[in-house]
Nanobody, 125 residues
Framework: QVQPVETGGGLVQPGDSLTLSCAATGGTFSGYKLAWFRQAPGKDREFVSYINWSDGRTYYSDSVKGRFTTSREKTKNTMNLRMESLKPEDTAVYFC??????????????????WGQGTQVTVSS
């Protein structure tokens, strides 16, 4: 079974940019849909973005639309999350999720089968 592994987290200042990556291990992302979720301290995990591995179609939460971009590199079996104009409220552990949700359920955690361990993003001056 495919196991996603996230990398790229770190400490940045407000207004900075950062790119996270999610790589497939033990399998391939082919045929799946992928998403980024995040969980801030004391809060529930929330949907950030989605990408259809096959056709590249993307969706974003309102809180990150226009600042974050999700993309895929098929030859590397990797999904990326480019985050720009970062804000302190973007501070969270970011998780990569893999599944086969239908469009109406792509924002729900229960739609995804495989999860990474998460990578910490801290935005602070």
């Amino acid at each position: 079974q495919v196991q996603p592994v996230e990398t790229g987290g770190g400490l940045v200042q407000p207004g900075d940019s950062l790119t996270l990556s999610c790589a497939a291990t033990g399998g391939t992302f082919s045929g799946y849909k992928l998403a980024w979720f995040r969980q801030a301290p004391g809060k529930d995990r929330e949907f950030v973005s989605y990408i259809n591995w096959s056709d590249g179609r993307t969706y974003y939460s309102d809180s990150v639309k226009g600042r974050f971009t999700t993309s895929r590199e098929k030859t590397k079996n990797t999904m990326n999350l480019r985050m720009e104009s970062l804000k302190p409220e973007d501070t969270a552990v970011y998780f990569c999720a893999v599944g086969r949700p239908i469009l109406s359920s792509l924002r729900y955690e229960s739609s995804y089968y495989y999860w990474g361990q998460g990578t910490q993003v801290t935005v602070s001056s």
